[in-house]
């Protein structure tokens, strides 16, 4: 459907946020969420996809990142107190390799 474009990568980022929410308290499978930049990022890639621009395997899917996996700028835990507090300034390998493959 996105490759038909009768689903914008901006609608994948809302239904995977709104299930998250639905689902959270019980699930308790996120320590840290970032909406803001997940929609950002749609947008980006939103316009990518209405400019016909190359697409990767993995465009627009949203993908979590399990929290020992660090994010440059995202606070990564690896669900410790003594971590609790932690912002990496670089990408693990296997981030980067997600975000050049949108």
Do not use: H, M, W
């Amino acid at each position: 459907k996105l490759q038909n474009k009768e689903l914008s990568v901006t609608d994948l980022v809302d239904q995977a946020f709104t299930r998250i929410s639905e689902t959270e308290d019980r699930v308790k499978a996120f320590i840290t969420l970032d909406e803001e930049g997940a929609r950002s990022s749609a947008k980006v890639l939103d316009d990518k996809l209405a400019a016909g621009d190359t697409r990767g395997l993995l465009f627009g899917l949203p993908v979590g990142i399990k929290d020992n996996i660090v994010t440059e700028g995202l606070r990564t835990t690896c669900a410790s107190q003594f971590l609790s507090n932690f912002t990496p300034v670089y990408d693990a390998t296997v981030v980067g390799k997600l975000r050049a493959s949108d």
